[in-house]
Structure formats: structure tokens, C-alpha cells
T-cell receptor, first 111, second 119 residues
Framework: SQQGEEDPQALSIQEGENATMNCSYKTSINNLQWYRQNSGRGLVHLILIRSNEREKHSGRLRVTLDTSKKSSSLLITASRAADTASYFCALDYNQGGKLIFGQGTELSVKP | GAVVSQHPSWVICKSGTSVKIECRSLDFQATTMFWYRQFPKQSLMLMATSNEGSKATYEQGVEKDKFLINHASLTLSTLTVTSAHPEDSSFYIC???????????????FGEGSRLTVL
């Protein structure tokens, strides 16, 4: 399957703590993206990391990519209650631009 | 910028009827749009790739006669669920790639989704 596997499935933390979620895949990718989805809404693009990159930052987000292990992690630092959402990794296998989504991590940040 | 509008946001229909969902890129042109389906608490499953001016490409296991896709212009793609049944009830989400930026950025822009309930 080309679908990414994410863990944990669910994560509950307190405001101010860091949240880390992981995504693993099986075959070579062109790039890996992370998206956020609030309940019942569309998805919002967070960050993209290309296969030749190892780490990227965007505000409180830090993404790493290890192509040898075929895995990526998303770190959200100093979490806020507003970060409560589902987070999905999405894999671009260079197949016409389509993205294959992982199973998602449901993050709950308690105030 | 990069807004994708999806309509309707929710629809309830009787079994056996057809439902059309529209996906529009409001401030960019999209040669390619993607349709996803999402069940509660699950991931997005790609249904098909919609290409402007040509036939859609369906993923394995998706019935093309059941889910009709039309991409008539650079800003509009439609998904028609034909002869809907209760098992078609789901959250349908479209996404689009900006023709001018998408090749370089790789990101997709998503609509807000359409929740279909078939009675």
C-alpha cells in the first residue's frame, strides 16, 4: 500500500507541551507534506519537505525527513488549545501530483 | 489567495437520486483537481484525478459510472454521485493544484468538503 502509517493515532497533551507525530512509508517519494484538518472541515497545508531535504521549519512547526528509514516527523512546539485538530502526512510519489494521505493523528491540546 | 470553494457544504437526499458537488478554484487556475472521500475518524481516500478537458482517472476500486467527474474549465470540477445509496454517505473533499505555482510548491488547496447523507 502507498498509504503512510502515522503514529500515534491519538495524542493528548497540555498547553505549552510539545507534540510529536510520525509518518512512515514504504516506497520512494518525491516529497512529503503535512496537513491539518479541523473537525468536519477541509485540509490546510502546513509544510512540504522534499526528498533531498532533511529538516524544515515554519513558525512552531519542525519537520524532519529520513529517507533511509522512510519516515518523517512533525513537531509542534509550545502547543496551544487552538492546535487541536487532526494532522495528516501526505505522500507525493510523483504520480501526476496526487497525494496519498496517512491515517492521521488526532491531537488534543488541553488548556 | 488560493481559495477553493466547494458546494454544497452538506446535502441530504433520498436513495436512488443523484447528487452533484461542485469544486471551484476562485483565484487561480487548476488544470488538475483531486476528489477524496473521508469516512468519520478516517483518512482521506483518493477517488479520482480530474483533468481539465479530458477524462478523469479513477483509483482502483472506484466505480467511474457511479461517481461521474467533469472538469469542464480551468476553475471548475464537478462530482456527481449517481443513484446514491446509504453506503455512499460520506464527506467528499476536493482539492486543486495551482497551475502556475503548484508544480513548484507541490501543495494542494482544499475545499471545505461536502457532507452527503443518503436516506
Amino acid at each position: 500500500s502507498q498509504q503512510g502509517e502515522e503514529d500515534p493515532q491519538a495524542l493528548s497533551i497540555q498547553e505549552g507541551e510539545n507534540a510529536t507525530m510520525n509518518c512512515s512509508y514504504k516506497t520512494s517519494i518525491n516529497n512529503l507534506q503535512w496537513y491539518r484538518q479541523n473537525s468536519g472541515r477541509g485540509l490546510v497545508h502546513l509544510i512540504l519537505i522534499r526528498s533531498n531535504e532533511r529538516e524544515k521549519h515554519s513558525g512552531r512547526l519542525r519537520v524532519t525527513l529520513d529517507t533511509s528509514k522512510k519516515s518523517s516527523s512533525l513537531l509542534i512546539t509550545a502547543s496551544r488549545a487552538a492546535d487541536t485538530a487532526s494532522y495528516f502526512c501526505a505522500l507525493d510519489y510523483n504520480q501526476g501530483g496526487k497525494l496519498i494521505f496517512g491515517q492521521g493523528t488526532e491531537l488534543s491540546v488541553k488548556p | 489567495g488560493a481559495v477553493v470553494s466547494q458546494h454544497p457544504s452538506w446535502v441530504i437526499c433520498k436513495s436512488g437520486t443523484s447528487v452533484k458537488i461542485e469544486c471551484r478554484s476562485l483565484d487561480f487556475q487548476a488544470t488538475t483537481m483531486f476528489w477524496y472521500r473521508q469516512f468519520p475518524k478516517q483518512s482521506l481516500m483518493l477517488m479520482a484525478t480530474s483533468n481539465e478537458g479530458s477524462k478523469a482517472t479513477y483509483e482502483q476500486g472506484v466505480e467511474k459510472d457511479k461517481f461521474l467527474i467533469n472538469h469542464a474549465s480551468l476553475t471548475l470540477s464537478t462530482l456527481t454521485v449517481t443513484s446514491a445509496h446509504p453506503e455512499d454517505s460520506s464527506f467528499y473533499i476536493c482539492s486543486a493544484r495551482d497551475r502556475d505555482r503548484g508544480f513548484h510548491t507541490g501543495e494542494l488547496f482544499f475545499g471545505e468538503g461536502s457532507r452527503l447523507t443518503v436516506l
